[in-house]
């Protein structure tokens, strides 16, 4: 019976050409991307779909969409192969001696590096380099074996796990607030630039009435954290950020409703890039 299992499962050079081609939805990128023709791998494909009998694609003029039976198989292959690149890596592959990480510099200050000491002795030989990206564009050089980036979890070429979901709500330090009570309205608002939602989108988001009038204005979100502990303000915190703060009461939430953003913290790798059990150790110390 084993035997006859074993000869019913199709060649592995096939079920890779087919997982590129799926995941690309056209066959010329997938034969350059596995650096073949794209004959070879149409030729691949037809001859899994005859071992098979099922159509797996739809051949179209401008690229292949899969059918209902190639994409409840696509999964299936994906994970197989992964946990096969995966189990072969684990067990051949030398030891990884180093690994690189890029991210904004407030990102590492406040998400990285107050939770990395268990990882750090998990790992005792391993060196950790840091590279910090002061903008969106500074993750596009190649650069790193891992990015902790913030977004959707969606970049070309990229794996991604999300570490935190972004979420906002009113903060400040301890005295101020107390001070202020239920008219903290009334303090000086702290304002982050950049392209992420602030107080006006908090205050549509929540129902809740916007505060009056913004003081500072800062473009790094640790100089917006330390102004806020220096008592300059109220600030929009980013509870995965300001987890540190308020673990230290260095800041305290205000009686306020949050905002869930759709966005968050992600910890992303190359799609080609085999996922080891490091990157599990990373992913799970990281959202602790």
């Not at 087919?18 to 791998?41: D, H, I, K, P, S």
């Not at 159509?55 to 994409?71: A, I, N, Q, S, W």
């Not at 600030?235 to 306020?256: G, K, Y």
């Amino acid at each position: 019976m084993a035997q006859q299992q074993q000869a019913q499962l199709p060649p592995l050079e096939w079920l890779r050409v087919f997982e590129a081609a799926g995941r690309n939805g056209n066959f010329t990128t997938a034969a350059q991307e596995l650096g073949l023709t794209q004959a070879a791998v149409s030729q691949r494909i037809r001859n899994l779909e005859l071992r098979l009998g099922k159509v797996l694609f739809y051949r179209k003029p401008r690229g292949v969409e899969l059918t209902l039976d190639g994409e409840s198989y696509l999964p299936h292959v994906q994970s197989a192969l992964l946990a096969l690149t995966r189990s072969t890596a684990d067990l051949f592959s030398q030891p990884v001696s180093q690994i690189t990480i890029v991210a904004m510099p407030s990102h590492i200050k406040l998400l990285i590096l107050p939770r990395l000491a268990p990882f750090l002795s998990a790992h005792p030989q391993l060196r950790v380099n840091f590279i910090s990206a002061f903008r969106q564009s500074d993750f596009d050089d190649g650069l790193g074996d891992f990015h902790l980036r913030y977004g959707n979890g969606e970049w070309a070429g990229r794996q991604a796990t999300l570490v935190e979901r972004e979420i906002l709500a009113p903060a400040g330090a301890p005295a101020l607030c107390r001070e202020a009570g239920t008219n903290w309205r009334d303090l000086p608002l702290l304002e982050l630039t950049g392209p992420r939602f602030g107080w006006r989108e908090w205050s549509a988001a929540t129902g809740s009435s916007m505060p009056f009038r913004s003081r500072l204005r800062f473009d790094s979100f640790d100089l917006l954290l330390q102004a806020a502990i220096e008592g300059l303000g109220v600030m929009l915190a980013s509870l995965p950020l300001s987890q540190t703060a308020f673990e230290r009461r260095d800041l305290i939430r205000l009686s306020e409703p949050e905002m869930t953003m759709d966005t968050g913290y992600w910890l992303s790798w190359g799609a080609h890039q085999p996922r080891l059990a490091i990157h599990d150790h990373l992913m799970q110390v990281l959202g602790s």
